[in-house]
């Protein structure tokens, strides 16, 4: 089966500009998430969705990120503007069964911000 | 609040000896914990996980032990392989959430 797809894989924008991040899950994964990953830190939950609804986004920080799933299948995550704290990878990951026998990540996107 | 805490940032053993990474939380609520693997520039895989019934999970070389009362557990890896040395995430399962650890490094030296 196809893995997670992410792109791009690395991006370099100067602060205060707007980039976006795309996911296609694996198909048929009804759950989905977007993860952050500051060097030397572990993944932290951002953003879950179940189909196309928001389970949890307690973690997303709103006046600059959003993220939508609109026909449940792939993913968008924008940040607009950026800040130099955002510099990370962000990882997709998607689920068919539950947190428990582990999700599918993708290989990320690095984001860098100058 | 770090809910799982993975205080050793690195470990290094020979090809062959036992590798024990460990790892902490503090929330009571985690129905599983899960081990991940991650190598650069890719992104984490799924190693092994345990309910947290239970106190013992085997899958090949690696076992993972579970202490609920102290609420440790910790990942072994027998024999260690060089193709083994990669970062190690701990994660606790909430409410259908994972919860990372910071990682550990492990260096398998052949």
């Known amino acids: 089966e196809a893995g997670v797809a992410q792109s791009p894989r690395y991006k370099i924008i100067e602060k205060r500009q707007s980039v976006a991040f795309w996911c296609n899950p694996i198909s048929g994964h009804a759950t989905l998430y977007w993860y952050q990953q500051i060097l030397g830190q572990g993944p932290k939950l951002l953003i879950q969705f179940q189909n196309n609804g928001v389970v949890d986004d307690s973690q997303l920080p709103k006046d600059r990120f959003s993220a939508e799933r609109l026909k449940g299948v792939d993913s968008t995550l924008k940040i607009q503007p950026a800040k130099l704290e955002d510099s990370a990878v962000y990882l997709c990951?998607?689920?068919?069964?539950?947190?428990?026998?582990?999700?599918?990540f993708g290989s990320g996107t690095r984001l860098t911000v100058v | 609040d770090q809910q799982v805490k993975q205080n050793s940032p690195s470990l290094s053993v020979q090809e062959g000896r036992i590798s024990i990474l460990n790892c902490d939380y503090t929330n009571s609520m985690f129905d599983y914990f899960l081990w991940y693997k991650k190598y650069p520039a890719e992104g984490p895989t799924f190693l092994i996980s345990i309910s947290s019934i239970k106190d013992k999970n085997e899958d090949g070389r690696f076992t993972v032990f579970l202490n609920k009362s102290a609420k440790h557990l910790s990942l072994h890896i027998v024999p260690s392989q060089p193709g083994d040395s990669a970062v190690y995430f701990c994660?606790?399962?909430?409410?259908?959430?994972?919860?990372f650890g910071q990682g550990t490094t492990l260096q398998v030296k052949p």
């Open positions: 990951a998607s689920s068919l069964r539950g947190a428990n026998y582990g999700y599918t």
């Open positions: 994660a606790g399962e909430d409410t259908g959430k994972l919860i």
